[in-house]
């Protein structure tokens, strides 16, 4: 725009150059707050979607070891439908519980014990799908690994993002853009709905019982 209005100053008397030059550094305070703006809008919307595609990949592999996992115990896999894989995992893991799990062990126990003594090479011959289930712990504990990792970047894109939009708006303080009352005002409500947005997630996701129950998964020896 700036050009296209010097090349008319250049043919059009009419138009003040002095008053233009000072209209091109006024217009450059917005051009610079703007452009600080919607940088930051666009690398915190990019991060965001990169780490959404990387939990929905998570999700789906999570889903497709639950169904394995299932099937080796030999316990009724979930229907589907037509429902989300996140609906179909909710409503499963209602009833898919750790009792639930021990409870079937204790009876297979019992059922390949012999004078007290268990024999686990006839179990795992009538069982074999149990040595894959058990060679796949390993796997489900990377897959938690990767999820930890995912929720500990969306904090640290949080943090970005929050650096990069009161940067912007120290830019447009600095350059007499809106009073400070009124600079400090947003980045006192933009604080506000970061540490709303980090309370929530932190409410809605036990980030910290995740960690001590894979630091518990000491034997993922695989069996041959």
Known sequence: MMTF??????????INKKNLQAFEKELNKYVIYYT?????NQKF?????????????????????LLFTVTALKMTPPNRGNKTIAET????????????????????????TVRGKLNYE????????????NNQLEDLVLQSKRFENLYNEYFTLLDSYHTKVNNSLKLAQDNGLA????????????RGLKNEAVNEIQASINIREL?????????RY???
């Open 5 to 14: 209005l010097h090349s008319v100053a250049q043919n059009n008397k009419a």
């Open 36 to 40: 600080a703006l919607n940088d930051a």
């Open 45 to 65: 919307e990019f991060g965001l979607n990169f780490n959404k595609d990387q939990l929905n990949l998570l999700q789906d592999n999570m889903y497709d070891h």
């Open 89 to 112: 995992l909710n409503e499963f893991f209602f009833d898919f519980k750790k009792e639930k799990v021990v409870d079937y062990f204790s009876k297979l126990e019992e059922k390949y």
């Open 122 to 133: 006839k179990l795992l011959q009538e069982n074999a799908s149990l040595k894959e289930a």
């Open 179 to 190: 009073d400070k009352s009124i600079i400090e005002a947003k980045q006192n409500e933009f």
């Open 211 to 219: 960690y001590t129950n894979v630091e518990k998964i000491k034997y």
């Open 222 to 224: 695989r069996v041959l």
